[in-house]
């Protein structure tokens, strides 16, 4: 295999029975320092396997298939792409949330988004006790610039509420999701009730899986 560091397309290697040839390639390339390389040989291998178990396996690994597919090969290719799971978190569902988000400020009833000021806040001149109710309003008969004026305020809000959901993660002060609420020029917090929060709870384990599928596949070698 002299020169094989330098093939092209190595992602698109297959293999017939066992993979020994692949995984000694890859233990090769590692070896070297060529760390694309490798990714590549990894998908080959990954990737074959996965077809593998579900063109010719029992049930049980077709379904180990498909959730391979699913959780490993679309967002991030077994780490051939590694980039792509914070593709996907900033600009997939960060801005999908933004618009559900966009759409539940414009009702006034049932579940919503909430904003919270801090009790501890130094302007005790802003906000009230009591949570407050998001809206979009519009005025009724009024002026074009007056609805683009709402949408932009709605539109932002979401945005906010968005990125908090994806990055409230953390342990104690070390939590990202408070660091961007220290950011605001006033001191408040967003939370949802009813179904809202369930949608805000599974952006951020979805947030969460992609942001830690990044860092696996980033700085290790989770696929070996």
Not at 20 to 25: A, C, D, F, I, W
Not at 74 to 90: D, K
Request: charged share 25%.
């Amino acid at each position: 295999m002299d020169g094989i560091e330098f093939a092209k397309n190595l992602s698109r290697l297959t293999f017939e029975g066992e993979r020994t040839s692949l995984v000694v390639l890859r233990e090769r390339l590692a070896k070297s320092g060529l760390r694309d390389q490798e990714r590549e040989v990894t998908f080959a291998k990954m990737h074959g396997q996965r077809r593998a178990n579900w063109n010719r396996g029992p049930f049980w690994r077709k379904v180990e298939a498909a959730f391979s597919y699913i959780a490993f090969e679309l967002p991030c290719g077994y780490g051939l792409n590694y980039g792509r799971p914070l593709h996907i978190l900033f600009f997939g569902f960060i801005p999908a949330f933004t618009v559900v988000y966009t759409l539940v400020l414009r009702k006034q009833s049932g579940a919503g988004i909430w904003r919270v000021w801090a009790p501890d806040r130094i302007r005790k001149d802003e906000g009230q006790a009591e949570p407050e109710r998001l809206h979009w309003h519009t005025a009724g008969g009024g002026l074009e610039r007056r609805r683009v004026h709402c949408f932009l305020r709605a539109l932002g809000l979401a945005f906010l509420f968005s990125a908090l959901s994806a990055f409230q993660i953390g342990w104690r002060e070390l939590n990202v999701g408070n660091w961007i609420t220290r950011l605001l020029p006033r001191e408040y917090t967003l939370r949802a009730t009813g179904w809202v929060r369930v949608v805000s709870g599974t952006q951020s384990l979805l947030s969460v899986y992609l942001l830690a599928l990044w860092v696996l596949t980033y700085f290790g070698r989770p696929f070996e």
